[in-house]
């Protein structure tokens, strides 16, 4: 391979007649053992391994190699995509980062979206707290409730689409872009981007004072602007749709794929066409730009009444400039001469600052639009739970970890209070539904081996700990001698380790703790007492996909608090009363 990169492949005397003389199926099989990236560096070679590599059999067999899809639906998807090339690339690029769990906040009961393949797409669904019931959680009809889809184009492209609900309670599709998604991605950012019309570019230089700049970013702006900037592009491109509870957003295994085509199509075409669609074919010049909100209309909607265009840009930027300098400076020989400044001149010259930069912001383009974008950026955490920016429009990535030796009980558990799981009482014949997440740490003096379950979701109307709070930290490496508390139900125990469980206590991060004991069945049950008051939280392994192709789906919130509710809140904000509200 190195050789080849090197060019001593030129008159492929060796290495590449030697490849060529194989035949395709070998190649086949070989390709299983490299990445999509280095077939890619292959192709560049030479002419004839261009050829080879670019067959339908080996970029089928990367599309397997990167192990998002089982092999059924990667021949499902291939029938609407114009090659096992292109279809990789999705998978590659939108697929693998984005699947997984995403949460925002700290304290919200239903903040927890689940990324997964759909049907040539990619659908962000939000899990609401709710309740099983007798039948246990495998049978439970889960509900859900859609946040946001990536379709999947002929080439390979990506079309993104926020889910929502307008005024008149109507679900709605909001089409954007997707302006990048990296491949360690763990926040997931819902921002506005400014387009260029002649060259529909996102990224456009700036002239400023005589020097060339880079458009001021989004995300710099205040949270008033941020946050009105995307209400009025949300509310200006959201097409209706019919009611998305009766419409498969993925396949299910009584789907014959004809809806699932059906409803691609007319993706396609609302985000080619934006509200006209219903009077367009896919093969259609588009002759406007849709999904877009004129920058002059936005200008003057966020209560601007001077021309943007016409204004003096760099020379109310230079006095701002100017007037923040003295501001400073005047400050400075206050306190020399022991005077304490008025912070009151300070304020001010920052808020004078705030719309120059949302006109800087918006100069850079002619319209501005939708976007989403999924960048990797560095995050601390507490127990596992990423501290995250309250005032983003954004989802942060849950790093759960799929259980290895050593480490056999990590990854994503679901259970309910009570025991045997499944048994409800007649007074309430259903029980809250616990997500939790499994993880290992060392303690803070290295001593012993953690294992802490940090609930993600809880099915209830009002949680005294937050999602984010240990519901147990176990020692792992302590054996309980604790006998179990009741009838086992025919269950054979395995292990028991000895820890503390949430109790009593303040807030998120400092919730009291009382002993108790972890136990593990020969059937992968995990059952964790308090000893004292002897109740207990019964988890088990989740596939929460199949859980969702089984579930209900319920409308979504209005669209910005759809995709992450910037609202400090311990209710559900799905609960029942408030849905029909």
């Not at 872009?177 to 456009?204: A, D, Q, T």
């Not at 970013?217 to 009105?228: D, I, K, M, Q």
């Not at 993706?267 to 004129?294: A, R, S, Y």
């Amino acid at each position: 391979m190195n050789q080849m990169r090197n060019g001593d492949l030129g008159s492929e005397p060796y290495g590449a007649c030697l490849l060529l003389s194989l035949p395709e199926d070998v190649i086949a099989v070989i390709a299983r053992f490299v990445s999509p990236r280095d077939v890619c560096n292959l192709s560049l070679c030479c002419k004839s391994l261009c050829e080879v590599v670019d067959s339908e059999s080996i970029w089928l067999v990367q599309c397997e190699v990167v192990k998002v899809l089982p092999l059924s639906e990667i021949l499902q998807w291939r029938v609407e995509i114009s090659s096992y090339k292109a279809l990789c690339r999705f998978l590659v690029d939108v697929v693998k980062p984005l699947v997984g769990i995403w949460v925002h906040q700290n304290p919200e009961l239903g903040n927890v979206v689940y990324v997964m393949p759909g049907f040539l797409s990619v659908v962000g669904c939000r899990i609401i707290p709710q309740e099983v019931g007798p039948l246990g959680i495998d049978e439970a009809c889960v509900m859900w409730s859609p946040v946001f889809e990536i379709i999947c184009g002929f080439d390979g492209s990506a079309k993104f689409f926020l889910h929502g609900r307008d005024e008149k309670l109507c679900c709605c599709l909001h089409p954007g872009f997707v302006m990048g998604i990296e491949k360690s991605c763990n926040v997931l950012l819902l921002e506005v981007e400014p387009r260029k019309e002649e060259k529909l570019c996102s990224h456009i230089e700036t002239v400023l004072l005589g020097e060339t700049e880079v458009p001021f970013p989004f995300r710099n702006l205040p949270f008033s602007h941020r946050r009105n900037l995307l209400h009025l592009v949300t509310s200006t491109v959201g097409i209706p749709v019919p009611d998305l509870s009766s419409e498969r957003l993925f396949p299910t295994s009584k789907d014959d794929g004809v809806v699932l085509l059906e409803r691609r199509t007319m993706l396609l075409k609302m985000h080619k066409f934006g509200g006209d669609w219903d009077l367009m074919n896919l093969e259609d010049e588009c002759t406007n730009i849709p999904n877009q909100v004129d920058i002059d209309k936005s200008w003057k909607h966020l209560g601007f009444d001077v021309d943007i265009r016409n204004m003096d840009f760099g020379n109310q930027i230079q006095k701002a400039r100017r007037k923040s300098f003295s501001g400073y400076f005047r400050s400075g020989v206050k306190q020399i001469l022991g005077r304490s400044s008025s912070s009151k001149n300070t304020s001010s010259s920052r808020s004078e600052t705030r719309p120059w930069n949302l006109q800087r912001f918006l100069r850079s383009g002619d319209s501005i639009c939708l976007s989403l974008k999924a960048s990797e950026i560095k995050l601390s955490s507490y127990q596992g739970w990423p501290n995250m920016d309250e005032t983003r429009f954004a989802l942060y990535k849950l790093p759960i970890k799929n259980p290895i030796p050593n480490e056999e009980y990590a990854g994503l558990w679901g259970g309910t209070f009570g025991w045997p799981s499944g048994q409800c009482s007649e007074d309430k014949p259903g029980k809250a539904l616990f997500l939790l997440m499994l993880s290992y740490e060392e303690s803070q003096d290295g001593t012993d081996r953690l294992l802490i379950g940090t609930k993600i979701l809880e099915g209830t109307h009002y949680g005294m700990h937050p999602n984010g709070s240990a519901m147990f930290v176990i020692k792992i490496d302590s054996p309980s001698f604790e006998p179990f508390p009741f009838d086992t139900n025919g269950e054979d125990f395995e292990n028991s380790y000895a820890g503390e469980g949430t109790a009593k206590g303040y807030g998120f991060r400092y919730p009291g703790y009382k002993p108790g004991t972890l136990f593990v069945t020969s059937k992968g049950l995990l059952m964790f007492v308090w000893n004292a008051t002897k109740v207990v939280l019964t988890l088990q392994r989740l596939d929460l996909g199949e859980l969702l192709r089984k579930g209900m789906c319920v409308p979504p919130l209005p669209p910005c608090l759809n995709f992450a509710y910037l609202t400090k809140c311990h209710a559900n904000v799905f609960a029942p009363e408030r849905r029909r509200s």
